[in-house]
């Protein structure tokens, strides 16, 4: 159910999602800039890490 919650974030607010996957890592960091630079690769990101972990 955790991970359901995750990815739903991941959709509406990328950088959440990854935050809640791995906190104020890399990562997030990562996600920021992905999301600021296009909402679509921010949420292929963060898709990709919470699937990864």
Known sequence: ???LIRI???IFL???G???QVGFGTD???N???TLLGYIPGV???VWVI???
């Open 8 to 10: 739903l974030f991941a």
């Open 44 to 46: 292929v990101h963060a």
């Open 51 to 53: 699937a990864r972990k």
């Open 18 to 20: 990854v935050f809640l």
């Open 32 to 34: 920021i800039l992905l």
């Open 28 to 30: 997030f960091w990562i």
């Open 14 to 16: 990328p950088p959440v």
């Open 1 to 3: 159910m955790g991970d």
